[in-house]
């Protein structure tokens, strides 16, 4: 699923952070908005309490999701990457069988390298694989910040109990 049909999915005070969330070069850390989603209003407890579970069990399946994404772009790099090397292979036994019809006078191990990797089958190849990565790294990325937002909900737990506790000792915080 992508990014944009997630955001589509997702809704209410998730759908308004999504794209600061997965576009981290485009937002400013410290923007109030973001902030006051994980704000405790000690007059307010009661209603964070019954909306905190929702919250937290959206954002763990949306961690969930992501990592299930990074795994299948994990496992397309890695697949790209053996057809790359079969494809080497084969152009390294095709160069040292006919090295003249690919444009080498003498066939050494070097030449032969050399004409592999300038060949347009490998460079097509090397670009999948490049975009492979990028698409892992995008997805890591995306998960991390999911996984950032999970563990910022349970620390908004911890504190919401420690809230609670002060609150019914009538001791504000």
Request: charged content about 35%.
């Amino acid at each position: 699923m992508n990014q944009t049909a997630l955001a589509a999915r997702t809704h209410g005070w998730f759908a308004k952070i999504w794209h600061d969330l997965v576009e981290p070069n485009s937002r400013d850390p410290m923007k109030d908005d973001e902030l006051n989603l994980f704000e405790i209003d000690p007059y307010r407890i009661a209603d964070q309490w019954v909306d905190h579970p929702t919250k937290f069990y959206r954002a763990s399946a949306d961690w969930a999701d992501k990592r299930a994404e990074h795994e299948r772009c994990k496992a397309r790099e890695d697949v790209l990457g053996d057809e790359l090397k079969e494809v080497h292979s084969r152009l390294f036994l095709d160069v040292s069988k006919d090295p003249a019809s690919f444009g080498l006078e003498k066939s050494t191990v070097d030449t032969i390298k050399a004409a592999v990797l300038v060949h347009d089958d490998y460079k097509r190849w090397q670009k999948k694989c490049y975009r492979a990565r990028e698409e892992s790294i995008k997805a890591e990325h995306a998960m991390n910040v999911a996984k950032s937002f999970l563990d910022t909900l349970w620390q908004m737990k911890v504190a919401m109990e420690e809230s609670t506790k002060l609150h019914l000792n009538n001791i504000h915080a």
